[in-house]
């Protein structure tokens, strides 16, 4: 069965420095990998997918995740904080499971930005 | 264009009670997906409906019940309600089903509380 770990359910960061939200996968099967933000009393918006192109994967907003198989991990990361991007941040996995594809969602992560 | 809509944004019930939340999904979508979000919790993937079938299932008891309509929007229905029901319930819509490369769009959901 697939299933998603998320390291740190709440993470603080000062606004310009590095966000780093850690995502663990596992599968027996190659995954497809996402990244949604929710913003409070908001659904869920797709940042990023990694869907076995390219391992390195640009979304919105400048975030980026990498892709590493050897380290089943789904890191997603930004260079600088803003101010806007405190909320929440749930990794996620999609695998073929029954016959039918299904999607995991890990527990999130909250981000604070400190001004 | 709209986006997901979802009714009503809460509602409070009696245990045991029944209940039914409705999904507009996004003009031209034919597939909807439900979602039970616990306090604190991620996501977890209630069914899918992909033009009127149900097309994928989690881990939900037989009383969690979905249609879906010709128009594409969706009901979730859930019988003889109980506490750890009370959650927030997200539905998605999507150009197609899981499993293909098509974004799913979340609606802002609805706020159940079981008493």
């Known amino acids: 069965a697939q299933s998603v770990t998320q390291l740190g359910s709440h993470v603080s960061v000062s606004e310009g420095a590095l966000v780093l939200l850690r995502c663990n996968y596992s599968?027996?099967?190659?995954?497809?990998l996402f990244w949604y933000v929710q913003y409070p009393n908001q659904g869920l918006q797709l940042l990023l997918k990694?869907?076995?192109?390219?391992?390195l994967v640009k979304g919105i907003n400048g975030f980026e995740a990498e892709f590493k198989k050897s380290e089943t991990s789904f890191h997603l990361t930004k260079p600088s904080a803003h101010m806007s991007d405190a909320a929440e941040y749930f990794c996620?996995?999609?695998?073929?499971?029954?016959?039918?594809?299904?999607?995991?969602f890990g527990i999130g992560t909250k981000l604070q930005v400190i001004p | 264009e709209t986006g997901v809509t979802q009714s009503p944004t809460h509602l409070i019930k009696t245990r045991g009670q029944q209940v039914t939340l409705r999904c507009s999904s996004q003009?031209?979508?034919?597939?909807v997906s439900w979602y039970q979000q616990a306090l604190g919790q991620g996501p977890q993937f209630i069914f899918q409906?992909?033009?009127?079938?149900?097309?994928g299932r989690g881990n939900f008891p037989p009383r969690f019940s979905g249609l879906q309509f010709p128009n594409y929007s969706s009901e979730l229905n859930v019988n003889a309600l109980e506490l750890d029901d009370s959650a927030l319930y997200l539905c998605?819509?999507?150009?197609?089903?899981?499993?293909?490369?098509?974004?799913?769009?979340f609606g802002p959901g609805t706020r159940l509380t079981v008493t």
């Open positions: 409906y992909y033009r009127e079938e149900e097309n």
């Open positions: 003009s031209g979508h034919n597939t």
């Open positions: 599968s027996s099967v190659p995954p497809y």
């Open positions: 990694y869907t076995s192109a390219a391992t």
């Open positions: 998605a819509s999507s150009l197609g089903p899981l499993g293909t490369s098509y974004e799913q769009y």
């Open positions: 996620a996995v999609r695998i073929r499971s029954g016959g039918y594809q299904k999607v995991t």
